[in-house]
């Protein structure tokens, strides 16, 4: 039997022996646009700088954040994808049309990144680029600066395309916009499949053809196809307490909600608004996001309900409400700490567009939610918030004094959508690892294996993921 001398040397040189695998490299990570999608990538960089290593953050000069903990680089787009243009767009009937402007605004924006000669000096030393999913040029940029690479997905398993070539059962996998859940009819599953099939048509009409564009352009000799499945390692932003169950290929891992976290302490100003005496005591956050917002109709619509309700009002909005509205227990900010406020005690309610990480967010701090969906993804995180019990959802485009009042005080005074959110938020507290540590983990374990020189690296790729899809259909000949 081994003394505890001998157990002590043994665990001494294993922990040296990992601390060799992976030393410090350089990170450069690249976010979609949206507060969310940078909030993601900011948690992976920060535990990434917690470890040693270098990493810089690019982005766009408009969505800087205060928050924001990982170095930046910022770069200019001259028309910048702004909420009166989601607006407009949202607004629109022809949704092949709404597509293709969504096409060219990230053809723009991938323009300003690639041909920034800056970027190309300054990074062309690294050693890994994380990249956004939902961005196009995450998967060019790294092959013009001659780096390894790895994706995430900051809007969970809700997306059109493919995860790296995994399974996708149309019987019980709802598609991205349909609406429904894992449990469907006959109808609903044909009516599923059918809409498999126009994603995929549009994949190929919009998303390919813009990867393909930019790949000639910037004389990257990898097509299009193959560029999407070259990653070795894809991480997910989400986790299976409210997902709907699905197979992940073995280089798709769900590492688990990325932006919840512990509540730190509040601003000031905030923290004295909702501590006051009763009668207002207790608080609703009201945050729909960075880019989608209420019209004006709706701002005063809103208003009118949410200075009926018994409790205080947090409301996150980018214009400046405050000089045309006004109210005793209705505080305007440009800015909040979503985080820190759905972890407070005083907090009942959360009044969200269902985007990723504010779903995700108030589920971890276990607050029941009223969802005000703009977009097919939100209205499938909707589906999911349903099904959990833990909010209802309200039409976002024929909003009332009634309906909003109503829904706030169904969430508070029914126990049931408590206690549903209570159930969930323990067992997404209860993971033996943080999301950000798994993330973090499972990039320097890539690493490690691709600078590990006696390994095949052939062998831990993924045939699939490497292989295009008449080989995987079996139809290559």
Not at 115 to 138: E, K, N, T, V, W
Not at 442 to 468: C, F, M, P, Q, Y
């Given at each position: ?55 810089v ?89 001659n ?61 390919y053809?813009?990867?393909e ?12 196809s ?8 894809m ?40 501590s ?9 956050l009201?945050?729909?996001?960075s ?30 409400l405050s ?13 909040v ?6 972890g ?105 294996i ?5 390994v ?13 899809q ?8």
């Amino acid at each position: 039997m081994a003394t505890f001398t001998q157990k002590y040397i043994r665990c001494l040189l294993l922990i040296a022996s990992l601390m060799n695998v992976v030393t410090s490299i350089k990170v450069v990570l690249l976010p979609s646009f949206g507060t969310s999608h940078l909030l993601v990538m900011d948690t992976i960089g920060a535990e990434l700088q917690n470890r040693g290593h270098e990493v810089v953050i690019l982005v766009e000069e408009e969505q800087v954040i205060p928050s924001i903990r990982t170095a930046t680089a910022t770069y200019a787009v001259s028309d910048h994808f702004s909420a009166a243009v989601i607006n407009n767009l949202t607004a629109s009937t022809n949704n092949f049309e709404v597509i293709k402007k969504v096409m060219a605004w990230q053809s723009h924006y991938c323009d300003c990144v690639l041909s920034h000669s800056q970027f190309r000096r300054r990074f062309s030393h690294f050693d890994l680029m994380i990249g956004d999913r939902s961005l196009p040029c995450a998967y060019i940029l790294p092959e013009i600066l001659n780096l390894t690479y790895v994706i995430v997905s900051s809007v969970g398993l809700n997306a059109p395309m493919r995860l790296m070539n995994s399974p996708n059962p149309l019987a019980y996998i709802p598609q991205y916009g349909t609406g429904y859940s894992d449990k469907m009819n006959l109808l609903q599953r044909t009516t599923n499949t059918l809409v498999w099939c126009g994603h995929t048509i549009a994949s190929h009409i919009f998303v390919y053809r813009l990867i393909e564009k930019l790949r000639q352009e910037y004389h990257v000799e990898i097509d299009a196809s193959q560029l999407k499945l070259k990653p070795a390692l894809m991480l997910i932003s989400a986790d299976f307490t409210l997902e709907f169950a699905r197979p992940l290929m073995p280089n798709v891992q769900l590492v688990g909600p990325l932006t919840p976290q512990p509540p730190s302490a509040l601003p000031h100003h905030l923290d004295d608004f909702i501590s006051n005496v009763r009668p207002y005591q207790r608080f609703v956050l009201v945050s729909l996001g960075s880019i989608f917002q209420f019209s004006n109709d709706q701002v005063m619509v809103a208003y009118r309900s949410l200075s009926r309700l018994p409790f205080k009002v947090i409301w996150k909005h980018s214009s400046n409400l405050s000089n045309n509205i006004s109210n005793d227990h209705i505080r305007i900010e440009n800015w909040v700490p979503q985080n820190d406020l759905l972890g407070h005690p005083n907090i009942v309610a959360f009044i969200t567009h269902c985007g990723p990480s504010g779903m995700y967010e108030g589920a971890y701090h276990g607050v029941p939610m009223i969802g005000l969906p703009y977009v097919p993804e939100q209205e499938t995180n909707l589906v999911q918030i349903s099904r959990a019990g833990i909010g209802i959802g309200l039409n976002s485009t024929n909003l009332t004094t009634d309906s909003i009042y109503d829904a706030v005080m169904e969430v508070v005074n029914n126990p049931s959508y408590k206690q549903n959110a209570r159930r969930i938020s323990k067992l997404l507290k209860g993971r033996p690892r943080t999301p950000r540590h798994e993330a973090v983990d499972w990039i320097e374990l890539w690493l490690s294996i691709l600078t590990t020189s006696n390994v095949d690296k052939a062998k831990i790729r993924i045939s699939s993921g490497i292989t295009g899809q008449r080989a995987y259909y079996k139809l290559s000949f």
